[in-house]
């Protein structure tokens, strides 16, 4: 089997029955098969996904396995040559998938590609590519250099602005909503770490396939739509929790072999100031706008 499409639902399912169409038609020369893991289950929501795409094979979870545990449940069963992670808020194109099975062909020491992602306006995602974190690249963030100087090596550096968004480039960590890894490179580095309930799972895979020697490439002539925030609202205590969260267990993971106790202190700082600035943010849109999840998004 060529390919093994993974899908981690939660909650998402007007989004994930857009994203499997579109995998219907996108995988019709190819020999595939697609898993979603559907965590903390909905029956009454999942049940006509299910008779809609008998084919898909299901696995479900009756509570919230996480992103990273849930992954590493369907890659278990999964018989591709080839691993897609893919979020449901996402639509891929055709063609997309020969295109890259061509390219891992013509690269053996590619480890990871990853791929242009716009927003259902057509607006380039910058999470497409990135570099890792560090220090500088944080500060700048946080004080709005990076936004300021969006094309700049230095100031934007962590989302590697300086790189063409429709060019191919090898790059430090590719977005999880849309991650192709050959199934040997995954046997080798064991899948994704459990640790990460979701959020930087991506950076800390990314981390490990290069530690093995291998390239990570983002393949930028290729697009998917990535809707973003199927299942995410980023003004809650629990997103707080584990993206902060997630990012500082990343820093602490590799304090001993990619930065200095230095840089580790400034950016485990700078993490938890970011949280704390983020929760006061979260209180006063709530305050002036309530519940009103449009502009709890917009803002």
């Given at each position: 089997?060529?390919?093994?499409?993974?899908?981690?639902?939660?909650?998402?399912?007007?989004?994930?029955?857009?994203?499997?169409?579109?995998?219907?038609?996108?995988?019709?020369q190819i020999d595939a098969e697609i898993i979603v893991v559907d965590n903390d289950s909905e029956a009454l929501n999942l049940l006509p996904l299910q008779q809609q795409f008998p084919l898909v094979k299901w696995l479900v979870n009756t509570?919230?396995?996480?992103?990273?545990?849930?992954?590493?449940?369907?890659?278990?069963?999964?018989?591709?040559?080839?691993?897609?992670?893919?979020?449901?808020?996402?639509?891929?194109?055709?063609?997309?998938?020969?295109?890259?099975?061509?390219?891992?062909?013509?690269?053996?020491?590619?480890?990871?590609?990853?791929?242009?992602?716009?927003?259902?306006?057509?607006?380039?995602?910058?999470?497409?590519?990135?570099?890792?974190?560090?220090?500088?690249?944080?500060?700048?963030?946080?004080?709005?250099?990076?936004?300021?100087?969006?094309?700049?090596?230095?100031?934007?550096?962590?989302?590697?602005?300086?790189?063409?968004?429709?060019?191919?480039?090898?790059?430090?960590?590719?977005?999880?909503?849309?991650?192709?890894?050959?199934?040997?490179?995954?046997?080798?580095?064991?899948?994704?770490?459990?640790?990460?309930?979701?959020?930087?799972?991506?950076?800390?895979?990314?981390?490990?396939?290069?530690?093995?020697?291998?390239?990570?490439?983002?393949?930028?002539?290729?697009?998917?739509?990535?809707?973003?925030?199927?299942?995410?609202?980023?003004?809650?205590?629990?997103?707080?929790?584990?993206?902060?969260?997630?990012?500082?267990?990343?820093?602490?993971?590799?304090?001993?072999?990619?930065?200095?106790?230095?840089?580790?202190?400034?950016?485990?700082?700078?993490?938890?100031?970011?949280?704390?600035?983020?929760?006061?943010?979260?209180?006063?849109?709530?305050?002036?706008?309530?519940e009103d999840i449009f502009f709890l998004e917009l803002l």
């Amino acid at each position: 089997m060529d390919l093994s499409v993974i899908i981690v639902n939660y909650k998402s399912y007007a989004c994930l029955q857009n994203c499997i169409a579109s995998l219907a038609l996108a995988l019709v020369q190819i020999d595939a098969e697609i898993i979603v893991v559907d965590n903390d289950s909905e029956a009454l929501n999942l049940l006509p996904l299910q008779q809609q795409f008998p084919l898909v094979k299901w696995l479900v979870n009756t509570k919230n396995e996480g992103f990273s545990r849930a992954n590493n449940q369907a890659l278990s069963q999964a018989n591709g040559d080839y691993i897609l992670f893919l979020n449901p808020d996402t639509v891929v194109s055709l063609g997309i998938f020969e295109t890259l099975i061509q390219y891992f062909g013509q690269h053996k020491m590619v480890g990871a590609v990853g791929v242009q992602m716009e927003n259902k306006e057509g607006k380039f995602l910058a999470e497409s590519k990135r570099s890792f974190p560090t220090s500088k690249s944080a500060f700048f963030k946080m004080c709005g250099l990076a936004k300021l100087f969006p094309r700049s090596a230095y100031f934007n550096a962590y989302a590697l602005g300086h790189l063409a968004k429709d060019k191919i480039h090898i790059v430090d960590v590719l977005a999880g909503a849309f991650m192709m890894v050959p199934k040997a490179v995954l046997t080798q580095i064991g899948g994704f770490d459990n640790r990460f309930f979701m959020y930087a799972e991506d950076i800390d895979f990314c981390y490990r396939i290069q530690e093995l020697g291998y390239e990570i490439h983002y393949i930028g002539t290729q697009k998917i739509t990535h809707l973003k925030g199927g299942s995410t609202n980023k003004h809650t205590e629990t997103y707080r929790k584990y993206f902060y969260g997630s990012m500082e267990l990343f820093v602490k993971k590799y304090s001993r072999t990619k930065y200095s106790l230095t840089e580790k202190w400034i950016l485990i700082i700078g993490i938890r100031l970011a949280r704390y600035l983020a929760a006061v943010r979260s209180f006063l849109v709530r305050f002036f706008y309530g519940e009103d999840i449009f502009f709890l998004e917009l803002l």
